[in-house]
């Protein structure tokens, strides 16, 4: 099936834009032929988790200079992970969450990280941080310590700094997001990378990181190691840590390369060819080099390419996809789907529909693209000319653009004409002929009845 670039690029932006925000109706699609999520998928994670729970308690242990007692198993002491499995379920913040008193309990979300979004070392490091802390001190006690340290400290220990600065630069770069408001302002899961600022302004001013956290691991007050440590007082270090972290972000940028700047700019000026070109000239270097896969270089070329409405050759989405997706922002659903979409336009629909499945059934975390991916899963059956599907998936017209009714009442009269069924066929093709809104489709409609 042959598809004019014009026209792909509009249905895929006009099905991003009126997407509804919550997808909530899965439930009212048929099943898609793929996904990794599944009962073995999940059984696995639980157990990669629970190995690399005490790993983590470990080196956790080393850097806290305190020991985690553990069970007979090496396991450690008071400690509950539950999974939940169905991601629609609940929305934890970051795909992880640690609660609980005496009993610490951990809940994973397991979709993030077998679709391969999270990385699960360093979250499970993170949650186990503050687990640790958990057992160690009160509930209450640990609840005193502000947010923003309580979060600091746990991506800090997990050597999360740059999963999370990846994504802070490319928001930075790209879409003028600025990650630092205080440590002390309003605070979300987008605060994380300042947050973790803060112990690397200690370790690099006053090398005092590590002494900071064990002193909190103790139970002794953060304002009182503060000061001990720095000679500052908690609210002075409160400036001069954002000062610090405003530094830390403009060398970053000035920092780049030439190259790089521009690329932005490209991107910012809404120039898409061009960023387009840049980011593939800066890929197809820096994927065909083992030591230069993971660079910044890599990763905002990646971000940059998800985020125009530009499709590159599947070449280049086939090596970018095998990066960890904290290198470009985390974006793996994104990856996923544009992947997808430059398979349509390449006649490989197979492929397509496999991505546009997997988008559908394991990203709940970016509902927009999960109910976007249900047009894809519809064109990639008309591609493949499986016109059971092709009704299967069509039949839904609630909350559709208009222009997307059209196409789609459109497929079904090529599914029926598929399967014999004449006056159903043209039946829908003289409906469609008299539709307004998509000019496209209705040109073809009626060239049929003709
Ligand atoms: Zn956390």
């Known amino acids: 099936m042959a598809w004019s670039k014009k026209g792909l690029f509009l249905a895929v932006f006009i099905g991003l834009i009126f997407a509804s925000n919550a997808f909530g109706q899965k439930h009212l699609f048929p099943t898609a032929p793929f996904t990794e999520i599944n009962k073995n998928s999940v059984e696995q994670l639980e157990n990669d988790i629970r190995n690399l729970v005490p790993t983590c308690a470990t080196m956790l242990s080393q850097k806290l200079l305190t020991e985690w007692p553990r069970k007979r198993n090496g396991w450690p002491k008071r400690l509950k992970i539950d999974f939940v499995q169905n991601a629609e379920e609940l929305q934890l913040e970051g795909h992880a969450e640690t609660s609980g008193d005496f009993f610490v309990r951990m809940t994973f979300n397991a979709a993030p990280f077998i679709n391969g979004t999270a990385d699960l070392k360093m979250t499970v490091c993170h949650e186990t941080a503050h687990a640790f802390y958990r057992y160690k001190l009160s509930m209450g006690e640990y609840s005193r310590i502000p947010r923003w340290l309580r979060e600091g400290s746990a991506v800090y220990l997990a050597n999360q700094v740059l999963e999370k600065e990846r994504k802070a630069l490319f928001n930075f770069w790209l879409k003028n997001e600025n990650p630092l408001n205080g440590l002390d302002g309003k605070h979300s899961f987008k605060d994380y990378y300042e947050d973790s600022l803060a112990l690397v302004f200690l370790k690099e001013r006053f090398n005092a990181d ?102 590159v050759e599947t070449g280049i989405y086939e090596k970018a996809i095998l990066i960890p997706a904290y290198f470009y922002g985390n974006d793996k659903a994104q990856l996923r789907y544009k992947m997808a979409g430059a398979y349509l336009e390449n006649n490989q629909a197979e492929r397509a529909l496999k991505f546009y499945s997997l988008v559908f059934s394991d990203h709940a975390e970016v509902p927009i693209l999960a109910q976007s991916a249900t047009a894809g899963i519809l064109r990639s059956y008309v591609a493949l000319a499986q016109w059971e599907n092709v009704l299967d998936w069509s039949e839904r017209e609630k909350g559709l653009h208009p222009s997307n009714l059209v196409e789609y009442r459109y497929y079904r009269g090529l599914a029926y004409q598929g399967l014999g069924k004449v006056d159903k066929a043209r039946k829908l093709f003289s409906q469609v002929c008299q539709m307004q809104d998509n000019r496209v489709f209705r040109d073809k409609a009626c060239e049929l009845i003709k």
Not at 258 to 287: C, H
């Open 210 to 311: 590590l002494n900071f956290l064990q002193d909190l691991i103790e139970g002794k007050s953060w304002e009182e190691s503060i000061t001990k440590l720095t000679g500052l007082s908690a609210s002075d270090f409160i400036k001069e840590a954002k000062l610090f972290a405003d530094q830390y972000l403009a060398q970053q940028t000035d920092h780049l390369s030439a190259e790089l700047k521009l690329l932005i700019s490209d991107y910012k000026s809404r120039n898409y060819v061009a960023s387009t070109r840049l980011a593939k000239e800066i890929l197809n270097v820096n994927l065909s080099d083992k030591e230069k896969q993971n660079s910044l270089d890599a990763g905002l070329a990646i971000s940059v390419l998800i985020n125009s409405y530009q499709k």
